[in-house]
Nanobody
Framework: VQLLESGGGLVQPGGSLRLSCAAS????????MSWYRQAPGKERELVAV????????HYEDSVKGRFTISRDNAKNTVSLQMNSLSPEDTAVYYC?????????WGQGTQVTVSS
């Protein structure tokens, strides 16, 4: 199983970024995918999750209405569109899945929101 995130970077407050995670090594469409984040000095937290078919999503309260998780099962990718970013969104963002052999994480991508 391999998860590879991309799309992080530096953005000004109020700006947008789109993160992507390319998955391989398992039957992608069978499993939910999640985005987590970890800010300096804080615990890793769930940001958003999407089910295998893509029809059900869940968001952490602070990102509702600003972030959108989506997936393309034909391309084995999951994305996180982040709008109206604030400095509080600064963190390393991780893609994660749980399959029958356990939990798998990507290496993370840094998102920094600063003027």
């Amino acid at each position: 199983v391999q998860l590879l995130e991309s799309g992080g970077g530096l953005v000004q407050p109020g700006g947008s970024l789109r993160l992507s995670c390319a998955a391989s090594g398992f039957t992608f469409s069978n499993y939910a995918m999640s985005w987590y984040r970890q800010a300096p000095g804080k615990e890793r937290e769930l940001v958003a999750v999407i089910n295998g078919a893509g029809g059900s999503t869940h968001y952490e309260d602070s990102v509702k209405g600003r972030f959108t998780i989506s997936r393309d099962n034909a391309k084995n990718t999951v994305s996180l569109q982040m709008n109206s970013l604030s400095p509080e969104d600064t963190a390393v963002y991780y893609c994660k899945t749980r399959i029958w052999t356990g939990d798998y994480w990507g290496q993370g991508t840094q998102v920094t929101v600063s003027s």
